[in-house]
């Protein structure tokens, strides 16, 4: 019997240690259960060279993808977990909220938001969307992956440009969940990616000189469970035997896992076979948390349309976490952070021995990045800090680390590190950890700005670049019967103010027109936009400037 593909296959980046009997009846349960999907409502972007519709009944995912002029759909669509899509992954596992219906294939599994839907078939629902033939701009409400007809406690929203044979996406995540329980960082897809079976072969720059022009590395895998690698170019593609197919360029994510499932080398968007690509970080995904990121596709040959464009636009070497809104793909151990967004820097609590920064996987040569910038205020009784770098191999040890002194007046200062001063300093650099006390005392507390190159920051907490989010304050909160939200945006443009539940249903726009960069203040009277009073609970106001955001939490009485 030929096996069909299954739902199950497409959320299993994280089952490598799966018994293969369990996968088997997943399978064979879901080849009862799905069928093809419906007639796709598509919304089409064409520049001319490539093609890439939306789908507004499947949660607006990315469902088509061609060569203008032609209807050769490289996007496998055979079921709701194979589009181009936003997915996102936390805790509790399991994840069964009172009333739900897990799938029985899918016993354990956690909060998994999928935005085409569910894999019982039940599809996310577009809420808003817009396209003036250059930007198709989309906003949705996610299905949990796992359940039956469970909408997920908040947004996708999704900006489409297209740029010769490159399809530029903006995606956010606007959480909203009732459960403030804090969960352990996960791996997420960033975007989850699945094409036709025609495009079979798998290759990505895994080597220790990226941008060099070195050999590329073909991946083979048959997965589930799915091979992972560092694509330290920040590329990977699946390409046919010729070599032309879909590139994904994520600048500054290297973790990547994907593979092929089925028979090689044929098959449409309908059919079983089908590659998957996932560009990774690891990330804490918190309750009322605004998440952004941006990738590209590219159609076209794997050396020279591919590989080529992300060369030309490889990110800066060395870090740059900014912390005005977000972790910025950092990871902790040993201490408390704070809860995202954040008012312009990373509040952290050092609450237990040995407390340690991991900033995300990356690659460069020591030689171009001699040094780097740690700006932070810093409360400890202690003044000593230390930052540990590895090699290639990842690894880190105890003579691999440089000293610093901080002053620990609470007061915000950058601090250079002369990395290249340290004797081991060499070669390729794949990772930094900052420590940001060696001996820890009762209070101690750290607020943390930023980890960049040597450039400076332009001012403590707002960094120069694309990283500003947008401070939003509310007062008073609790409240009854009104509140003033205030703001502060940075440039004059088109600003939208707008209230959600907690389930991420648009309550109230506030306001959506052009302002001047500065200070504004809104009044909200607790009313939705048909006049009617509002529910006594929590709701969340978001600040939108472009694409900067800044979200509020509002506690409405009664």
Same mark, same amino acid.
């Given at each position: ?9 497409? %959320?299993?980046?994280?089952?490598? +240690? ?6 088997? @009846?997943?399978? *064979? ?38 060569? #203008? ?17 936003? #997915?996102?992954? !936390? ?15 899918? +016993?354990?599994? &956690? ?26 701009? *989309? ?31 903006? @995606? ?7 459960? #403030? ?9 960033? $975007? ?14 895994? &080597? ?27 590329? !990977?593609? *699946? ?20 593979? =092929? ?46 590989? +080529? ?7 800066? $070497?060395?870090?740059? @976490? ?22 312009? =820097? ?19 040569? /020591? ?123 940075? %440039? ?40 009617? $009073?509002? /529910? ?13 955001? &800044? ?8």
């Amino acid at each position: 019997m030929k096996p069909c593909a299954p739902p199950a296959h497409r %959320r299993d980046h994280r089952a490598a +240690a799966r018994a293969t009997a369990p996968l088997a @009846c997943a399978i *064979l349960l879901a080849c009862a259960l799905w069928a093809a999907p419906a007639a796709a409502a598509l919304q089409y972007l064409d520049n001319g060279v490539i093609r890439v519709g939306v789908d507004m009944v499947r949660g607006g995912a990315i469902g088509y993808l061609s060569l #203008s002029g032609t209807s050769d759909n490289v996007v496998n669509t055979r079921d709701l977990g194979r589009y181009i899509q936003q #997915s996102y992954y !936390s805790g509790p596992t399991p994840y069964i909220p009172a009333g739900a219906i897990q799938h029985p294939a899918y +016993a354990g599994w &956690g909060w998994n938001p999928v935005q085409a839907g569910d894999v019982y078939g039940d599809q996310g629902v577009v809420t808003g969307s817009s396209n003036d033939g250059t930007t198709l701009y *989309l906003q949705a409400r996610p299905k949990q992956w796992a359940l039956r007809n469970v909408n997920a406690d908040g947004l996708v929203e999704q900006w489409i440009t297209l740029d010769a044979a490159r399809v530029h996406v903006h @995606c956010r995540l606007t959480n909203a969940r009732a459960d #403030s329980t804090r969960y352990p960082a996960r791996h997420q897809e960033l $975007p989850a990616i699945y094409t036709i079976g025609r495009l079979s072969h798998l290759y990505s720059y895994t &080597g220790s000189a990226p941008f060099t022009g070195g050999a590329v590395t073909q991946i083979a895998n048959s997965g589930p469970p799915w091979a992972y690698w560092s694509a330290t170019e920040n590329w !990977s593609a *699946l390409v046919d035997a010729g070599g032309w197919g879909l590139g994904v360029v994520h600048a500054g994510a290297t973790l990547t896992v994907g593979g =092929f499932h089925g028979t090689p080398g044929s098959g449409g968007p309908l059919d079983d076979a089908t590659g998957y690509l996932a560009p990774l970080q690891t990330e804490v995904l918190d309750q009322a948390i605004v998440y952004d990121y941006e990738y590209t596709l590219i159609l076209g040959n794997l050396d020279t349309d591919i590989r +080529a464009w992300a060369v030309a636009h490889a990110p800066a $070497p060395g870090p740059s @976490c900014v912390f005005t809104s977000g972790r910025a793909h950092c990871t902790t151990g040993n201490l408390t952070d704070g809860r995202a967004p954040y008012s312009g =820097f990373w509040p952290l609590a050092l609450d237990a021995a040995d407390p340690q920064i991991l900033l995300p996987p990356s690659l460069w040569q /020591a030689s171009d990045v001699p040094s780097i910038l740690v700006t932070g205020a810093w409360r400890t009784q202690n003044a000593t800090a230390e930052v540990f770098f590895a090699g290639a191999d990842g690894a880190f040890s105890g003579d691999k680390r440089l000293e610093f002194a901080v002053i620990p007046d609470g007061q915000v200062r950058s601090y250079r590190l002369d990395l290249s001063a340290h004797p081991l300093y060499t070669g390729a650099i794949s990772r930094l950890r900052l420590d940001p006390i060696v001996a820890r005392s009762a209070g101690d507390a750290v607020d943390l700005y930023a980890i960049t190159t040597a450039s400076p920051a332009a001012t403590p907490g707002r960094p120069a670049g694309n990283h500003f989010a947008i401070v939003a304050t509310a007062a008073p909160n609790p409240f009854n019967p009104s509140t003033n939200i205030k703001f502060d945006v940075t %440039r004059t443009g088109r600003v939208q103010v707008m209230v959600f539940d907690v389930r991420g249903r648009l309550v109230r726009t506030l306001l959506d027109e052009t302002l001047p960069a500065g200070p504004a203040t809104l009044a909200w009277d607790g009313r939705d936009d048909a006049g009617h $009073p509002a /529910a006594a609970g929590t709701y969340h106001a978001r600040v939108q400037a472009d694409r900067q955001a &800044g979200l509020v939490r509002l506690m409405l009485l009664k």
